[in-house]
């Protein structure tokens, strides 16, 4: 797996970047890969009801895929709450889907 750790400015980095910046921030994964899988549903009703950050087309639909002593012992329930409690903003602000793929490193 690939660590993807940043210290970019999550207000003004795209969504995928804040994505990474918070979820870095808030497991300090040992490794995280975000990927935009926004293209594979731009033809569905919601991406013209909701095109993304700023009106932007993209940017709503993404897999996380992050591996983290923090999730040592956490359900799977827990790890995707958590996950989604670090990503409210994204998910209140554009991000329609999100799929989780949370371990911990002996997993």
Known sequence: MTDHKTTADPAAAPVAEAIKVKLNAAFSPISL?????SHKHAGHAHA???PGRAGSAGETHFKVKVVSEAFHGKSRVDRHRAINAALAEELGAGVHALAIDAKAPNE
């Open 33 to 37: 890969e975000v990927v935009d899988e």
């Open 48 to 50: 013209a009801a909701s």
